[in-house]
Structures are given as C-alpha cells and as structure tokens.
C-alpha cells in the first residue's frame, strides 16, 4: 500500500440493529456539534473562543518556522542567523552588542560567537568599535543582510497584505504587542 492508494474501510454494522419506525416518524434528534460556539454560551463566556484563538496561534507558530526555515536556507542560513538579521535590522543602523544580541536570541556567548563569525563571513554583518565602551564592538548589518532582512521580510508584509485590512492592521500590532508583553511578563515572573 503506498500512500497515493486509496483507503477502502469495510463496511460497518451499526451494534445495535436499527429499530423499525414507521416511515411518518419523523427523524431522531442529532446531538449538537460541541466545537461550533453556542450563541448563549459565547455571550456570557468571555473565553469561549480561546480554544479557536490558541490553535490559529499554533498553526501561525508552525507556519512562521517553516517559512522561516525555508527563507533562511535558500539563503544558506538556518533560523537563528535569520532571526539575528531581523534583531539587527529592527536596531535601526544603531549597531547592538553581541551580549545584547545573546541575550535577545538566548544563546551563550560561544553560541553568539559563532553566529557572529558565520554572518560575518557571509557578509551579512560587520564589527565596529563600540565608541561608548573601548573593549566591545557593536554589530552593523551590511548591504548584504540588509537585503536578507528586506527580502524575507516581504514574504511576511505579503502575507500581513493578504489578510489584514489596513484599517485593522494598527489593531492587529497592537494585540500582537499586547500578547508579547503579557509572555514577557510571564517569562520574567517565571525566571524569579
């Protein structure tokens, strides 16, 4: 069997045989689909939805890492060295440091070390003197990941263009704000 044939299923006996109802009967009741919200329930339910709204953000989370797997490995980079080109474009040409940046991805600074390098070699990223602080450097993208970060990031601006009305997109960041800080909060109260 491959998985390009079709599934045949025997047939099935019901386990109990069906009664005999005279054909002016009319049918049986069907029990009520439990998934689909009750109107009197999602009104005094705040939280009905919720169960809708987590999987739509799972299915968005799966989404989004493989979309950003495949970005990064046409480009012969993984996710993280992505997600450090996204950090570093989002500074604005400010530069970061590299323990800025482990901190914001979560990685050791050996982990960051290398990242660095990769990029670096790549071409992605250049070191600068820290004109604040004479033994750091801070990381500037170049033209190089400039476009990595553009060019990835217009798969999602076309997705955002696709779904999301401009009249509600301002609703939208600030809900995905909202749901970032509320996760910080968590982690931060977590880590206590």
């Known amino acids: ?3 390009t044939d ?3 299923l025997p047939p099935h006996a019901p386990a109990v045989p069906a009664a005999r109802v005279a054909p002016t009967t009319p049918p049986a009741p069907m029990s009520p689909d439990v998934t689909a919200l009750d109107p009197v329930t999602a009104d005094t339910d705040p939280d009905a939805d919720l169960p809708r709204l987590l999987t739509a953000f799972r299915v968005l989370q799966m989404q989004h890492a493989r979309v950003l797997h495949h970005e990064s490995t046409i480009r012969g980079l993984n996710a993280t060295d992505t997600r450090f080109v996204f950090f570093l474009s989002a500074a604005g040409g400010h530069g970061v440091t590299p323990k800025q940046a482990g901190e914001y991805l979560e990685l050791t600074t050996g982990a960051m070390t290398s990242l660095i390098d990769r990029l670096e070699k790549h071409g992605h990223l250049e070191r600068r003197p820290n004109p604040e602080d004479r033994r750091s450097v801070l990381l500037h993208l170049t033209p190089s990941g400039t476009a990595v970060a553009r060019e990835v990031g217009a798969v999602y601006s ?11 997109r301002a609703v939208v960041a600030a809900a995905f704000e909202g749901l ?13």
Do not use: K
């Open 1 to 3: 069997m491959t998985d």
């Open 6 to 8: 079709p599934v045949v």
């Open 158 to 168: 076309d997705a955002f263009r696709q779904v999301v009305a401009p009249s509600d």
């Open 180 to 192: 970032g800080a509320a996760l910080e909060r968590h982690h931060r109260s977590a880590a206590v």
